[in-house]
């Protein structure tokens, strides 16, 4: 957990001040302007996504092992799917997404508190809490987040 918190300025710093971060960035906007000049595009991308998919192994491991010891067919119950919407929320930004990933871990205790203080509804309404939540954040929001312009186009490149 500790080590979350710590990601996110490391994020800020290889993003804004490394030349790997700054790929990352341009591969992101105009995938055919930073291979103009010299950067391999694919190689880029296929980084990020082994970088991402190695941070989310870690998160799941730490989930099924580090805070409950065992192993449980769908343990994350949709989490997942708040993973991508706090991208969004945080527009694309790492300590927007850290905010947004503490705001949804605010609802989910308090939906424990109410449950555990016997608040006078119904447990499967306290237990949608964050989901309802997610879900008003991103249908209110939608119009202001800026993702990235070459975000799930493909790169051919010579074309």
Do not use: C, H
């Not at 700054?22 to 296929?46: C, F, H, T």
């Amino acid at each position: 957990m500790y080590l979350a918190y710590l990601l996110a300025p490391v994020s800020i710093y290889v993003l804004n001040r490394t030349t790997f971060g700054l790929k990352i960035r341009a591969v992101g906007q105009n995938p055919e302007a930073a291979d103009s000049l010299g950067v391999r595009v694919n190689a880029v991308r296929y980084a990020t996504v082994i970088l991402g998919s190695a941070l989310a192994g870690l998160a799941g491991a730490s989930l099924s092992i580090g805070l409950l010891s065992i192993f449980q067919e769908n343990i994350t119950n949709g989490i997942g799917f708040i993973a991508v919407a706090l991208v969004y929320f945080g527009s694309w930004r790492p300590l927007g997404v850290l905010a947004g990933a503490l705001l949804f871990s605010t609802i989910n205790a308090f939906q424990l508190w109410m449950q555990v203080l016997g608040a006078p509804i119904p447990s499967d309404l306290a237990v949608m809490l964050p989901y309802i939540l997610t879900i008003v954040v991103l249908a209110v929001g939608v119009k202001q987040i800026r993702q990235p312009a070459a975000l799930t186009k493909p790169y051919e490149r010579g074309e």
